[in-house]
């Protein structure tokens, strides 16, 4: 898959991709306000084991952004199980470098069609850490709402924070 928007694109992970990723990743800031299972310090052969489990696991739900020289982010969407079988999680991030150029806000509404037009999800979500404020203007200005506030629901650094649920339907979806 390769969707191209501006001077960046959405695309497949590369074996090549590996020292980028290690790279942008290995952030304390990037990885601040994301799940544990993104690790940090962030290390070469995580971004190998990361490649590989993707290109084995999830090819079509999790890819790179990039620029035109090389990757400088990620996003992805965790389908849901059982009666949430027509939702999927979506998450991303993106190295400081890159912060603050609208690149997200470019990225997600491409992302959200890819996954509206090529699967039978109905309904986006995205789980937001307390602290993440640029995580939650990005959700708003592509349509996403606030949907709910899960009240000390996440343990981050031996802290027990909330997390904010943001969600966008198919029907009220724009590109």
């Keep these: ?18 020292d980028t990723i290690a790279k942008y990743a290995n952030n304390i800031e990037v990885s601040r306000y994301l799940r544990d299972s993104f690790p940090y310090p962030y ?6 084991q990361w490649v590989n489990f993707v290109k084995n696991n999830y090819s079509t739900l999790f890819f790179a952004i990039a620029d035109k020289k090389e990757l400088i982010g990620g996003i992805s969407a965790v389908p849901q199980p059982d009666v949430h079988r027509f939702s999927a999680e979506i998450g991303f991030w993106i190295g400081q470098l890159h912060w603050n150029k609208g690149i997200m ?9 890819y996954l509206f037009t090529k699967f039978n999800f ?3 979500t995205a789980n937001v850490i307390d602290g993440n404020e640029a995580s939650k203007k990005v959700l708003l200005r592509t349509g996403f709402i606030l949907e709910g506030t899960l009240r000390k629901s996440v343990c981050k650094n031996n802290k027990f924070v909330d997390h904010f649920i943001y969600g966008l339907l198919k029907e009220d979806f724009k590109l």
């Design 105 to 113: 806000t470019k990225a997600i509404p491409e992302f959200c069609n």
């Design 43 to 48: 290390t070469k052969e995580n971004a190998i």
């Design 122 to 124: 109905n309904r986006l």
């Design 1 to 18: 898959m390769n969707i191209s928007f501006d001077k960046y694109c959405i695309r497949s992970f590369e074996e090549n991709d590996v």
